[in-house]
């Protein structure tokens, strides 16, 4: 089982939205609605943003969603601001051997 | 509210096993609504899970590692541990403790809160 694919780097400007993708197969995202998403400030433990595809743990801001169509899964950003300069990585629970798998993580920059 | 906290060396030698804690508070890891997972990151990539014990003591495991992976559980300290064995220069990297969200049929949903991490260096 490989990691999920997201996007090496992603960025924008000041209070515009940016979305981060991230695809798998039949077997993880597209059969099942255990995706997270984590945010990952340098040299910081990750934190988890989404979980169960749309849900928004206490605390996090409702700039950030998520949503699912088919294998791939999205994380928006809107109003982006300069705090949200971070690598995000989604995971997501697998039907394989492998259990559970993390995608290949996204830059984001804040331009 | 739930803190992670990892333990131990910062420095194996090749061939030798590495052996983390991670302490629990601000909680009971007896808990039915939670796994417990080790994640791990070598230095400027992206994220590993390695493997989930449930307090019961049944475990998950990464393919690409269980040869060489064993997660337990230490019920009376609060306690779970990971040992890893048969450690080479590719295993530098930050280890990470985490509270996992259980799926009742089985597996790992989330993963949150997590400890700080700790910097692992396999080197003679």
């Known amino acids: 089982q490989s990691a999920l694919t997201q996007p090496a780097s992603v960025s924008g400007s000041p209070g515009q939205s940016i979305t981060i993708s991230c695809t798998g197969t039949?077997?993880?995202?597209?059969?099942?609605?255990?995706v997270s998403w984590y945010q990952q400030h340098p040299d910081k433990a990750p934190k988890l943003m989404i979980y169960?595809?749309?849900n928004r743990p206490s605390g996090v801001s409702n700039r950030f969603s998520g949503s699912k169509s088919g294998n791939t899964a999205s994380l928006t950003i809107s109003g982006l601001q300069g705090e949200d300069e971070a690598d995000y990585y989604c995971?997501?629970?697998?039907?394989?051997?492998?259990?559970?798998?993390f995608g290949t993580g996204t830059k984001v920059t804040v331009l | 509210q739930l803190q992670l906290q990892e333990s131990g060396p910062g420095l194996v030698k090749p061939s030798e096993t590495l052996s983390l804690t991670c302490t629990v508070s601000?909680?009971?890891?007896?808990?039915?609504?939670?796994?417990w997972g080790w994640i791990r990151q070598p230095p400027g990539k992206g994220l590993e899970w390695i493997g989930s014990?449930?307090?019961?003591?049944?475990?998950y495991y990464n393919p690409s590692l269980k040869s060489r992976v064993t997660i337990s559980v230490d019920t009376s300290k609060n306690q779970f541990s990971l040992k890893l064995s048969s450690v080479t220069a590719a295993d530098t990297a930050v280890y990470y403790c985490?509270?996992?969200?259980?799926?009742?049929?089985?597996?790992?949903?989330?993963?949150?809160?997590w400890g700080q991490g700790t910097l692992v260096t396999v080197s003679s």
């Open positions: 985490a509270t996992a969200g259980v799926i009742t049929f089985g597996g790992v949903r989330w993963f949150d809160p």
């Open positions: 601000g909680g009971s890891i007896s808990s039915s609504s939670y796994y």
């Open positions: 014990i449930y307090y019961s003591g049944s475990t």
């Open positions: 039949s077997s993880d995202v597209g059969g099942y609605n255990y």
């Open positions: 169960d595809v749309t």
């Open positions: 995971s997501s629970y697998t039907s394989s051997s492998t259990f559970y798998v």
